[in-house]
């Protein structure tokens, strides 16, 4: 997991409900008697430095197991050397989809987890004009294609679509700010990643634009940012995601204490951290079961246990390798608990290929979603 580059803030978040993970685990007496040891990597956000050490940690240290990667390209950058020595790898991430390999266990969102009650939430909200803006590599590329197709099946129309680097410039964000102002959109779907997170924003809020009629919803924003931009930055924007620090659950408020103590600080804990933290406990639990970590035996345990993790009981399917989830969608609140305005009653299987519209062991669709009037409705 990166310590540095466009995405190390957001990775370090990911370290350190890991290494959490593990304490617990070891503090309970490791796994069949013996204490997990972590070996780790910073890959410093380079696609080709991840799979340089994926390599190197399969091959030379003989790990069979890796938990890590953020954005897709990572992911993708380190799988074909993880197949390559039958290893298996723990993806913490939501990610675009339309992917299947067994030898990752997918634990962030699936698109009709987080995207179709994102769009649902949106289309019914604020209308049917979308301005879409992404860092230019494959995930945004493909969540931003979910998303336009999602609209447009509900009658809306894509006012514009934007790519603009990973290190996003000054004059990067005037020309968003721009075309937003051109194209007069109802709300604007943004999968920049990083470092850029914070910039855009700053500059949304600073020319103007009100987050109760026009927000940017957005799936890769998480509360580290939030907690990067100045005052009033961020209030009343969309997010989508499995889990919030400030979900008021028993699990959500021991993880969030349990975090701030291991991270030595007033720091977030975010929903990738917090499918790093679950995929952890998972791998054990299916350690305990199979009583070795290699794939042969380790995979098959893994799709018969379950864990209650921080957003709710979670599990791996055993057709996808993508995990059973608690999607939310939420209004930011910088002053107090985000504003949960859509979650399902029963968790969600994953589709993350959105071929049916039906559920896997009849478990609650994105479709059955209960929206809560937003307290912002009225302002519209």
Not at 58 to 69: A, K, L, P, S
Not at 148 to 167: C, F, Q
Not at 287 to 300: F, K, M, N, V, Y
Request: hydrophobic share 40%; aromatic share 8%.
């Amino acid at each position: 997991m990166s310590q540095s580059g466009v995405t190390g803030a957001i990775e370090r978040n990911q370290l350190a409900a890991t290494q959490l993970a593990i304490a617990e685990i070891n503090a309970m007496g490791g796994v069949l008697g013996r204490k997990l040891v972590a070996v780790f990597r910073d890959p410093q956000s380079t696609p080709a430095l991840y799979r340089q050490h994926a390599q190197d940690l399969c091959r030379d240290e003989r790990i069979q197991v890796i938990f890590g990667g953020h954005m897709s390209s990572t992911r993708k950058a380190m799988l074909p050397e993880i197949e390559a020595h039958n290893a298996l790898l723990f993806y913490p991430t939501l990610y675009e989809g339309f992917e299947y390999s067994r030898h990752c266990v997918y634990c962030g969102a699936a698109p009709n987890q987080n995207s179709v009650p994102l769009v649902d939430y949106l289309h019914s909200t604020f209308g049917n004009r979308l301005f879409v803006v992404g860092s230019d590599y494959v995930y945004p590329h493909e969540s931003n294609r979910i998303v336009s197709d999602l609209l447009r099946a509900k009658g809306g129309v894509v006012v514009d679509e934007v790519y603009v680097p990973l290190d996003l410039q000054p004059d990067h964000i005037a020309m968003i700010i721009d075309r937003i102002r051109q194209h007069q959109p109802d709300m604007i779907y943004s999968t920049v990643v990083g470092d850029g997170i914070v910039p855009f924003y700053t500059a949304f809020h600073a020319a103007g634009f009100d987050p109760r009629r026009l927000p940017i919803a957005s799936q890769s924003t998480s509360e580290v940012d939030v907690a990067r931009m100045p005052p009033g930055v961020a209030d009343g924007h969309v997010i989508a995601a499995t889990f919030f620090d400030t979900l008021r659950t028993p699990a959500a408020l021991a993880f969030a204490r349990a975090f701030r103590l291991a991270a030595g600080g007033p720091v977030a804990a975010t929903a990738p951290a917090e499918a790093a933290y679950f995929s952890v406990h998972l791998y054990a639990a299916a350690l305990a079961l199979a009583g070795d970590d290699g794939i042969e035996r380790l995979l098959p345990a893994l799709y018969e246990v379950e864990v209650d993790a921080p957003q709710g009981a979670v599990r791996v399917d055993r057709l996808t390798n993508h995990t059973h989830l608690w999607p939310r969608v939420a209004r930011i609140c910088e002053q107090g608990p985000y504003e949960i305005v859509g979650q399902p009653a029963q968790r969600v299987a994953p589709d993350p290929y959105l071929v049916s519209i039906s559920s896997i062991d009849d478990e609650r669709q994105p479709s059955d979603f209960n929206f809560t009037e937003s307290r912002f409705r009225g302002l519209q």
